[in-house]
């Protein structure tokens, strides 16, 4: 971070509720230099100035040319961040009473060097050779408040840099371009950012430049539930922002999103500092105590009976063996992962295609019994309330089956290997699913009118009084008489009930047909995103796994060097070291329950 003197923004960081965190992050580094894992003491180091830290890190990453750099300068309120640069640098952004900037060059001989430059135009001394880090000083009211902008450099030759300062920071900002949506790869880097600062927030940038910003937020927003990533998408716009400011135009101000970005990061972000801090730093100090703890168990075995040293060393290297067999792809995990993927794709269509097969059949009994003309409308909204309620118990069923299949992915890896918090799998389906289905068709065969009934029994009394009229007409009888005039009644009633009957027939049949078709409708659409969902679930059970099993590789290989080295580094001190060793397993158990007892609180 900037070293700038000079007044310091607001403190928003309870140190009474960081000092314990702090005094256990600091007994914890002491553990890892008798462990010898350096590697962990470096994250202690940067978790231990995250929390001591009073004010709240924002770091702003992204894909390039995606307005990371627009972002900050809008959200510092001065051009700090280069931006349509070839080349970029870290940039810390803070509050101070006058604007300030300087360059951290690195020099011959390793030598670093601060060098003042002109705040008002810092871009060209930005792209200078040598050029390490940027520290600005800025007396923006959202800095006031105690948030540090940092402006991670979006090239991929800096990657380690952005990830050292995504571990440095209290919350995210994700930044990505409205033209499309988030691919495969961008949730995997979203998740894997959440892994390391679970307080993320994506920011849809450039939306004045995509008119379909809107379709595109909603689908990164289902994508990210389905990838069981409890991330808010911001709109914004940073170009429309800036327009708004030089003009004053307070409601082109509110259209480019960014005051409601700030809000949201003033009541979800600064208002919460406390319980984010605590509960990102009890997470890295549970997984540094996790590693730590096979660490030191592994040499205090191997120097308490130097007789078993072999066959410790024997049995780490068969668990070193079976760590690395849970990352092939012929691993018994990956195999039930993929099996249970298939089957579970496969159970989740035949289940909606029962349950709306059911709805069908009960559907095509109710209109046999009825004339569907009568109450067509009602029956629709009826029949579309009982889709929704079959495809709502659809999604359950595929919620419980996919929790089942991450057990059954769990129960493949050995038991010191397994995570007791599994990711939240549940498929996450938008609530409009069905909008985009087709409502019931109207029916075509109407009732017949007045006018068509009259016509009917006409037809039928006409053939009635000809044929009696003309029987009749043999006994010397006229051809229209009382005998012709009934039958003529009579007939022409049985012609209308006739046409009644096949009408009523006609239209029974064609309701039947638009209900198999609102019924494939439904299959088609509610099909295609429940196998979008799973196939989701499928990859965020993977990339669990996988991770699970690189740690259990990682973990074994080190414990096996620890074992190898500990009885020829420490020959007639061993039971000294062994001392050591209980004693900070000891330590190590009392910080993870304080740690623990800080969570609670």
């Known amino acids: 971070m900037s070293a700038v003197a000079g007044p310091r923004a607001a403190t928003v960081k309870n140190p009474d509720v960081m000092a314990p965190l702090i005094q256990i992050i600091d007994e914890l580094r002491d553990v890892s230099r008798t462990a010898s894992r350096n590697d962990l003491r470096g994250r202690l180091g940067m978790v231990r100035a995250r929390v001591a830290d009073s004010r709240v890190r924002l770091v702003v990453v992204g894909p390039p040319k995606s307005g990371m750099s627009t972002l900050v300068n809008a959200l510092a309120e001065a051009p700090v961040s280069a931006t349509d640069a070839p080349i970029s640098v870290p940039a810390i952004v803070e509050y101070g009473p006058d604007p300030s900037a300087t360059l951290i060059r690195r020099e011959g001989g390793g030598r670093i060097r601060r060098q003042p430059v002109d705040p008002l135009n810092p871009g060209p001394a930005l792209m200078a050779k040598g050029v390490i880090r940027a520290d600005f000083t800025q007396p923006s009211s959202l800095l006031a408040e105690g948030i540090v902008l940092m402006d991670a450099p979006g090239s991929a030759v800096q990657e380690r840099t952005t990830w050292s300062m995504i571990a440095a920071a209290d919350a995210v900002l994700y930044v990505s371009d409205a033209s499309a949506e988030y691919s495969h790869d961008q949730i995997a880097h979203l998740r894997r950012i959440g892994q390391v600062c679970p307080t993320v927030i994506c920011v849809l940038n450039k939306i004045d430049r995509n008119t379909h910003w809107a379709h595109v937020q909603e689908r990164n927003r289902a994508l990210l539930d389905a990838a069981g990533l409890g991330f808010a998408v911001a709109p914004v716009s940073a170009e429309i922002h800036h327009e708004a400011l030089r003009s004053g135009n307070q409601q082109r101000a509110i259209e480019s999103g960014l005051p409601q970005l700030v809000e949201h990061l003033r ?9 984010m801090a605590v509960k990102s730093a009890v997470r890295d100090i549970q997984l540094v105590g996790d590693h730590l703890g096979v660490v030191l168990r592994t ?6 009976d130097p007789r078993r040293r072999a066959h410790v060393t024997q049995q780490l290297a068969t668990a070193r063996d079976q760590a690395d067999q849970l990352r092939q792809r012929t691993a018994t ?20 295609r029962h349950r709306l097969r059911t709805l069908a059949r009960d559907a095509e009994t109710e209109i046999s019994r009825t004339d569907p003309a ?13 889709i929704g309620e079959a495809v709502a118990e659809n999604f359950e069923a595929a919620n419980y089956r996919a929790e089942e299949l991450a057990e059954q992915v769990a129960a493949r890896f050995p038991a010191d290997h397994r995570r007791p918090d599994l990711p939240d799998i549940r498929p996450r389906y938008p609530a409009d699913l069905l909008e985009n289905v087709a409502p019931l068709e109207p029916l075509q065969s109407a009732k017949a009118g007045v006018a068509e009934q009259f016509l009917s029994a006409l037809r039928g009394s006409y053939g009635g009084i000809l ?27 049985h012609a209308l009930w006739e046409d009644r009957r096949a009408r009523r027939i006609r239209r029974q ?13 439904v299959v088609f659409q509610v099909g295609k995103e429940s196998r979008t969902r799973l196939r989701e679930v499928q990859r965020v059970l993977r990339d669990h796994f996988t991770d699970i099993a690189t740690d259990a590789l990682r973990a074994a290989d080190e414990a096996l060097r620890v074992a190898e080295e500990a009885g020829a580094q420490y020959g007639d001190r061993g039971a000294e070291r062994l001392a050591r060793l209980d004693t900070d397993l000891g330590k190590l158990r009392d910080l993870r329950r304080q740690a623990e007892t800080i969570t609670a609180a």
């Open 267 to 275: 009541d979800y972000v600064v208002a919460h500092a406390d319980a």
């Open 299 to 304: 040499e205090a075995d191997a120097l308490r």
């Open 333 to 352: 995990w990956q195999i039930t992962l993929a099996d249970g993927s298939t089957e579970l794709m496969a159970d989740i269509e035949h289940d909606l």
């Open 509 to 521: 049949a064609e309701a039947k047909v638009a209900v198999s078709r609102l019924m494939d409708d």
């Open 467 to 493: 044929m009696v009229g003309l029987a009749t007409s043999l006994l010397g009888m006229s051809l229209v008489n009382w005998y012709s005039a009934g039958a003529g009644i009579l007939l022409g009633l």
């Open 374 to 386: 009568a109450r067509w409308t009602r029956f629709g909204d009826q029949l579309e309330t009982r």
